[in-house]
């Protein structure tokens, strides 16, 4: 029997420029609050801890003031790729464990489809796990590898992850019509 811990850490990415969608998609609103407000206050329901938000540098005091418990680490560098970001995050929780996490949970900002279920059903995975049709958010426990990847490298292209059928729609805001669609 596998006994988990009673939370898990997690990571969202919000550190990419958004040039296509012409603003930051952190600071979006969507349901009366921000895309990455949204994302902290889902994992916080849902016993996530310690949340690690990584932004760039321009957006860190709107970031901050938008998720209040969260650790807000900055990206100075967020155009060498995403796996840099999430590399980034993942050292700030071993900085602050002292440990390399056994799993974490990320989603990047834009892909916004998931819901309480979702996570719920991808946190009762201990492989690499990504939810079927939202694709996030993603449940990865292959944590050292992920440690010694390119910062450019794809997640996707480089490691095992078991698709679970799971409740959400994919989504994904990158530009003025994908953010129409939303409303």
Do not use: F
Request: hydrophobic content about 40%; aromatic content about 2%; overall charge neutral.
């Amino acid at each position: 029997m596998i006994i988990l811990p009673k939370s898990i850490p997690a990571i969202i990415l919000a550190a990419g420029a958004s040039s296509r969608l012409g603003r930051p998609k952190a600071l979006v609103m969507w349901k009366g609050e921000t895309l990455v407000g949204r994302m902290v206050r889902m994992l916080k329901e849902n016993n996530c801890s310690p949340i690690v938000v990584v932004t760039r540098k321009e957006l860190q005091v709107d970031v901050m003031l938008k998720c209040p418990g969260a650790s807000i680490v900055v990206n100075n560098t967020p155009e060498d790729g995403r796996t840099g970001s999430l590399q980034m995050g993942i050292m700030s929780l071993m900085e602050e464990s002292g440990r390399i996490p056994g799993r974490i949970i990320v989603s990047p900002v834009d892909r916004c489809g998931w819901n309480s279920e979702t996570l719920s059903l991808v946190l009762e995975n201990t492989q690499n796990t990504s939810p079927i049709p939202s694709g996030h958010p993603l449940l990865l426990s292959d944590i050292e590898k992920v440690l010694s990847l390119p910062k450019d490298a794809s997640l996707r292209d480089n490691l095992d992850i078991k698709r679970i059928p799971a409740p959400g729609i994919h989504m994904n805001i990158d530009t003025p019509e994908d953010l129409e669609a939303l409303r």
